[in-house]
């Protein structure tokens, strides 16, 4: 199986690339490689390559500087993956993509369903679910996974934010009125793996494409999720300017940015976990990898 991978630096490429080598041959790519916002270069990359699978984890993540920079979001965002969708039906091949709980806008009292309505609040949010829709349009036989929170040993994220914070300041605020399941890079590209290894040993014919929510299990807040991060390092003997405890809680209203974040991060994995037999992991399981890893 001949597989192209987008975003081979990201956190979730570099993590794919060991998953997915023994599925067959990964034909990896960065930005310099294939800049995803020029459709003719996507064009030109899938016709070189020829894969069976393309897996397209490469977008625009920045979520603030998406205010001020809405065309280059949507072309990453929005348009790219229908264009990897309309080469790939082409081709015969199969398309995964990545996306986000920014599509929604954070008011359900619950976890998000699939079938709940998207209504992002953000250009990367809107971005990003015109990029799940223009590649459900395309043809293409395909796997949509949004996920929330993601975190990595590779490249830059909140969890590495705080130890670095905490090293350097006496104090810390965060907000805690937000809830969600921080998700490893790793348990996205494990499950994409074993996903796509029942995809190649049952072929495509009554295959379940469509939309699923992959996550980490449990919910946390960012606050929390600060607290759990520094403990670690603290018990880990990292040096540090501030303990756990304080780290002081606010609200997303004491600490306002460009682009509005979901309040509510939740997304329901049933469907997902029903549907291929998975086992998905509370979010701590992750993290403390991870921090391994990084200390």
């Not at 625009?60 to 065309?71: G, L, N």
């Not at 807040?221 to 501030?242: C, D, I, M, N, S």
């Not at 682009?259 to 399981?285: C, I, K, M, V, Y």
Request: with cysteine; proline share 6%; hydrophobic share 40%.
């Amino acid at each position: 199986m001949k597989i192209l991978l987008t975003g081979k630096n990201g956190q979730v490429g570099f993590e794919l690339q060991r998953a997915l080598a023994p599925l067959g041959e990964v034909v990896a790519v960065d930005h310099q490689e294939c800049d995803l916002a020029d459709p003719d270069a996507i064009r030109r990359l899938v016709a070189e390559v020829k894969p069976q699978v393309i897996i397209n984890p490469a977008a625009y993540t920045a979520v603030d500087k998406a205010e001020s920079e809405p065309a280059l979001a949507r072309a990453i965002n929005g348009t790219a993956p229908g264009v990897f969708g309309e080469e790939a039906a082409r081709l015969g091949a199969l398309v995964i993509h990545y996306s986000t709980d920014y599509v929604f806008d954070g008011s359900k009292p619950g976890a998000y369903l699939e079938t709940d309505a998207p209504n992002p609040q953000s250009v990367y949010g809107q971005t990003k679910l015109a990029g799940e829709q223009a590649l459900q349009a395309s043809g293409a036989d395909c796997l949509i996974f949004r996920t929330s929170w993601v975190f990595g040993a590779h490249g830059a994220n909140f969890a590495k934010t705080m130890l670095r914070l905490a090293a350097e300041r006496d104090g810390l605020k965060i907000v805690a009125d937000q809830f969600g399941a921080p998700t490893s890079a790793a348990l996205l590209a494990d499950v994409t793996a074993q996903v796509l290894g029942r995809y190649q040993r049952e072929g495509r014919v009554g295959f379940p494409f469509g939309l699923y929510h992959l996550v980490a299990g449990g919910c946390t807040t960012w606050h929390e999720y600060a607290q759990t991060v520094v403990r670690a390092a603290q018990a880990a003997g990292k040096p540090l300017k501030l303990t756990a405890d304080e780290i002081l809680p606010i609200t997303t209203a004491d600490y306002p940015l460009p682009a509005p974040r979901p309040s509510n991060s939740r997304l329901d994995t049933s469907r997902l976990r029903q549907t291929f037999g998975l086992e998905l992991p509370d979010w701590h399981s992750g993290l403390d990898h991870v921090l391994q890893q990084i200390f």
